[in-house]
């Protein structure tokens, strides 16, 4: 009597225990997959909002170079338009492309230039190096509006808007904003 009640109080699991703790263990593990899935989707806008973000910067110093390189000529910190055809920067939304000779991006001058790129490093890890990857920056735009202060007639308001296409994360946008005055 004694030898068959030590072995139904045997220890162990049962094979719905194993299941059941299989199928814990699945769902914790699937849900750090996913984890890392968005952690890597995350990771690559992130690196577009910085480009983003550097590209917006570029076209606001590009308009104060243009201010201080002539500065009799507050006419031209403007906008090109059919209303103002002095105006040295484009309106609306311009894809990315490399600065024309002038050296200022989002002008008029800038047209028929090629299109704008960043230089990754190759297989061999170096910059510089003949195998460099060039990354196109054709999924960005970038707006630059400048606009005419309404109560100060020698002060302009400047808007860069930056749009583009960041993976799962679909459309976004960076805008930057500053003034610039008729006085150096």
């Given at each position: 009597m004694k030898d068959q009640n030590s072995r139904?109080?045997?220890?162990?699991?049962?094979?719905?225990?194993?299941l059941v703790a299989m199928l814990v263990l699945m769902i914790g593990v699937l849900g750090?997959?996913?984890?890392?899935?968005?952690?890597?989707?995350?990771?690559?806008?992130s690196q577009n909002d910085f480009i983003a973000q550097q590209k917006a910067e570029e076209a606001a110093e590009a308009i104060f170079t243009a201010k201080y390189n002539n500065p009799n000529n507050w006419a031209?910190?403007?906008?090109n338009t059919g209303a103002n055809p002095q105006g040295?920067?484009?309106?609306?939304?311009?894809?990315?492309?490399q600065p024309s000779p002038s050296?200022?991006?989002g002008s008029v001058d800038d047209i028929?230039?090629?299109?704008?790129?960043?230089?990754?490093?190759?297989?061999?890890?170096?910059?510089?190096?003949?195998?460099?990857?060039?990354?196109?920056?054709?999924?960005?735009?970038?707006?630059?509006?400048?606009t005419n202060d309404a109560t100060n007639a020698n002060l302009r308001n400047i808007t860069v808007t930056v749009n583009?296409?960041?993976?799962?994360?679909a459309n976004?946008?960076?805008?930057?904003?500053?003034?610039?005055?008729?006085?150096?």
């Open positions: 139904t109080s045997s220890k162990g699991f049962t094979l719905l225990e194993t750090l997959a996913a984890m890392l899935g968005d952690a890597m989707a995350y990771m690559q806008a031209a910190i403007s906008n040295f920067f484009l309106l609306g939304p311009q894809p990315l492309l050296g200022l991006v028929g230039a090629p299109p704008e790129f960043i230089l990754l490093p190759g297989p061999d890890g170096m910059l510089g190096t003949v195998d460099d990857i060039q990354m196109p920056l054709s999924s960005f735009t970038r707006t630059i509006a400048i583009y296409t960041s993976g799962k994360f976004r946008s960076y805008v930057l904003q500053t003034e610039i005055s008729a006085f150096n």
